[in-house]
């Protein structure tokens, strides 16, 4: 059973940055595509970012595109989410998910796809 625990999360101001990682345990990361997603409070769970699993293709939620940046390091079995140009709205818990059953070179934003997923991570940005 894939283990993912995410780090990373803080509290900054607008326009700071910040980089979460995901660390993986057991099972075969490299077979894996993976995902970040969110989840303010009150809210449903929001696709991210995400990333195939040779890192060769990458897909982002309109509201992060050109600000976040999704990257892997296999031979660490870790994900990066580098946020730059923080905003206040990007306020919420960030997970990491991992997407076992993923083809090379594609990524999905369905939460359904995902088969394990971490704790979550805190951000908060104020103003």
């Known amino acids: 059973q894939v283990q993912l625990v995410e780090s990373g999360g803080g509290m900054v101001q607008a326009g700071d940055s910040l980089r979460l990682s995901c660390a993986a345990t057991?099972?075969?990361?490299?077979?894996?595509?993976m995902g970040w997603f969110r989840q303010q409070r009150g809210k449903e769970r929001e696709f991210v970012a995400a990333l195939s699993r040779n890192g060769g293709s990458t897909r982002y939620a309109d509201s992060v595109k050109g600000r976040f940046t999704i990257s892997r390091d296999n031979a660490k079995s870790t994900v990066f989410l580098q946020m730059n140009s923080l905003k206040v709205e990007d306020t919420a818990v960030y997970y990491c998910?991992?997407?076992?059953?993923?083809?090379?070179?594609?990524?999905?934003?369905?939460?359904?796809?995902?088969?394990?997923w971490g704790q979550g991570t805190q951000v908060t940005v104020s103003s």
């Open positions: 998910a991992a997407d076992v059953a993923s083809m090379t070179g594609t990524t999905t934003a369905s939460p359904r796809d995902y088969d394990y």
């Open positions: 057991r099972g075969t990361f490299s077979l894996y595509s």
